[in-house]
């Protein structure tokens, strides 16, 4: 019996070969740009204040624990590293949503072999953009209270060792939170019942979201791997039966 949390790596490699297919490649094409853009934008400004904010968050230790200093310094590197990323991954989904939500329609059709959705036209795509930003807005709520007791977390001395993997964790979970949604979403299932999807499916959550956070985490690679993401995230959700109900759960599906 497979192993749950193994199929993550094999979802995130399904979307890779969906999104670079001939069928699916025209609804790649405009968010990979704007991801391009914004993450020149963002290593651009990364890249100048860097170091500032890593003396920033680093704890003034006394003289006679300096030698501390370099044990510790690796770990605030990483530590901003990651909120460098999860600021791109919000932003770049944010602006790219609507394009994703289509993108996870298509490769729905082409997995489960039905099409329940409309054809593609630039009115629907338009039509969807409140519903996905609405839906963003949404994850933006259930993200930032949790990181900003994380990034409290990261100013407490001593303490704040902890936050860099504290991080790493959150950022795995958010993951399989941010790509999975879409699917569910087309679907009109509620927020709430995408949590309880998400958990009654941990482990296979867990090792989809983690693959894909070591993807994203590849400069330029991750650009590519966002839609891939998307489509993994779609394969996921149509091979674990995400269009039936949890138990005890209301079918919200239109």
């Known amino acids: 019996m497979p192993v749950p949390v193994l199929s993550g790596p094999q979802y995130l490699r ?68 990651l ?37 593609f036209s630039w009115g629907e795509l338009v039509a969807m953009v409140p519903r996905t930003f609405g839906r963003e807005m949404r994850k933006l709520g259930y993200f930032l209270p949790r990181a900003l007791g994380l990034f409290v977390l990261s100013l407490i001395p001593v303490v704040n060792v902890i936050a860099a993997p504290l991080w790493l964790l959150f950022g795995v979970w958010m993951m399989a ?25 941990r482990w296979q959550s867990l090792g989809f979201g983690g693959i894909t956070y070591l993807a994203l985490l590849i400069p330029l690679v991750n650009i590519l791997m966002m839609p891939a993401a998307v ?6 959700w149509v091979r674990e039966k995400g269009d039936t109900r949890v138990a005890g759960m209301p079918d919200h599906r239109a």
């Not at 025209?26 to 100048?48: I, K, M, R």
């Not at 609507?98 to 059709?109: D, S, T, Y």
């Not at 941010?178 to 499916?201: C, E, F, G, T, V």
């Not at 489509?231 to 996921?236: H, L, Y």
């Open 83 to 119: 909120m460098v990323f999860f600021t791109f991954t919000l932003v770049a989904n944010i602006i790219a949503a609507p394009f994703n939500g289509f993108l996870a329609e298509k490769v729905e059709v082409v997995v489960s072999g039905q099409d329940p959705f409309p054809a």
């Open 14 to 81: 399904e979307g890779l070969r969906l999104v670079l297919s001939p069928g699916l490649r025209l609804f790649v094409l405009l968010p990979l740009l704007t991801n391009l853009l914004l993450f020149g934008a963002l290593v651009y400004f990364a890249w100048h204040q860097f170091g500032l904010w890593v003396d920033t968050l680093m704890p003034n230790l006394p003289d006679w624990l300096g030698f501390l200093s370099y044990i510790i310094w690796p770990l605030f590197v990483v530590l901003v590293a």
């Open 177 to 201: 939170i941010q790509y999975i949604d879409y699917p569910a979403d087309n679907h009109k299932m509620s927020w709430q019942d995408m949590l309880a999807w998400l958990r009654s499916k």
């Open 231 to 236: 489509a993994g995230a779609t394969v996921f």
